[in-house]
């Protein structure tokens, strides 16, 4: 069974302090990992996808990085509107239906 | 030019009531999801569609039924609403080319 594991569950950092979100996974195969932002009340927005073990991929101040186990989320010098929960999720192509499987979600609050 | 809509973005119903969600893209992406996003469970997968007349059963299927008679809309009904089906249900399409998913902006669902 495809799992896929956050942390931490939540994060508290002030404007302008970097770090890192990890998403863990274990899969039978792995098509693409997929990092979305959800904002209170909203629908997951899409932000990267990584099809493989060393592929990187930018915008503004977020990087997303992929090994074989587990990816990165860098976030470099944040300000407050990246305040939102991110989330990461997997797509098994052994599984039906190209379900994605979801993490639970790491709460990221940036403090001004 | 939305992308996808669903509604109502808001209901509350009584148990044993009859429900339909109603989700619109305007993308033709043939593939189509219903998610469910619970505290403690994530987003699953409840039926998804892979073109029209095609559908099939996601992870947490019972208790719902899905119809795809054109590509662009994608109803799930809930024939006898349950309090356990209380939850944010979200819509998604996929890119093909690319297997992302795009997500509508929910339906917050209150069974009483």
């Known amino acids: 069974e495809d799992q896929v594991t956050q942390s931490p569950e939540a994060l508290r950092l002030q404007e302008g302090e970097s770090s890192s979100l990890n998403c863990s996974y274990t899969?039978?195969?792995?098509?693409?990992l997929f990092w979305y932002r959800q904002d209170p009340g909203k629908g997951p927005e899409f932000l990267f996808t990584l099809y493989s073990a060393g592929e990187e991929k930018e915008k503004e101040r977020l990087k997303a990085t992929l090994t074989k186990k587990e990816s990165f989320l860098h976030i470099t010098a944040p300000k407050p509107e990246d305040s939102a929960t991110y989330l990461c999720?997997?797509?098994?192509?052994?599984?039906?239906?190209?379900?994605?499987?979801f993490g639970g979600g790491t709460r990221l609050m940036v403090k001004p | 030019d939305a992308g996808i809509t669903q509604s109502p973005r808001y209901k509350i119903t009584e148990t044993g009531r009859q429900v339909t969600l109603m989700c619109h893209q305007t993308w033709s992406h043939s593939y189509m999801f219903w998610y469910r996003q619970d505290l403690g469970h994530g987003l699953r997968l409840i039926y998804y569609s892979a073109a029209a007349d095609i559908t099939d059963k996601g992870e947490v299927p019972d208790g719902y039924v899905v119809s795809r008679s054109k590509t662009e809309n994608f109803p799930l009904t809930l024939e006898s609403a349950t309090r356990s089906q209380t939850s944010v249900y979200f819509c998604a399409t996929e890119d093909r080319a690319s297997y992302e998913q795009y997500f509508g902006p929910g339906t917050r669902l209150t069974v009483t």
């Open positions: 999720a997997v797509q098994d192509p052994d599984n039906a239906g190209n379900m994605l499987t």
């Open positions: 899969v039978s195969g792995l098509r693409g």
